[in-house]
Nanobody, 121 residues
Framework: QVQLVESGGGLVQAGGSLRLSCAAS????????MHWYRQAPGKQRELVAV???????NYADSVKGRFTISRDNAKNTVYLQMNSLKPEDTAVYYC???????????????WGQGTQVTVSS
């Protein structure tokens, strides 16, 4: 059993900051890429940021320069530091991890339950 649990969401004023965390637990052999997605009401889920096992990072254009993704491999945890938040960043943020549970396993996608981020104007 593998679980990804997000935390750190909440209500913040425009221009403020939040830090999201996502901890993976359970039977984990190795983790490849980890991602943050978000889904606003009435919109499709979109990729916000990704970090590979080697530490390479990519961001959606809409968050470049404001958000920073990082990971602690020893803790199987990925973070999303969000600065200069805007009302349009309001969404449910989901963590995704590509991982395998043993050396003989294939890599699979696992999702967290989501955490709400609301930015007021």
């Amino acid at each position: 059993q593998v679980q990804l649990v997000e935390s750190g969401g909440g209500l913040v004023q425009a221009g403020g900051s939040l830090r999201l965390s996502c901890a993976a637990s359970g039977s984990i052999f190795s983790i490849n890429a980890m991602h943050w997605y978000r889904q606003a009401p009435g919109k499709q889920r979109e990729l916000v940021a990704v970090i590979t096992s080697g530490g390479n990072r990519n961001y959606a254009d809409s968050v470049k320069g404001r958000f920073t993704i990082s990971r602690d491999n020893a803790k199987n945890t990925v973070y999303l530091q969000m600065n200069s938040l805007k009302p349009e960043d309001t969404a449910v943020y989901y963590c995704n991890g590509v991982l395998r549970r043993s050396a003989s396993d294939y890599f699979h996608n696992y999702w967290g339950q989501g955490t709400q981020v609301t930015v007021s104007s």
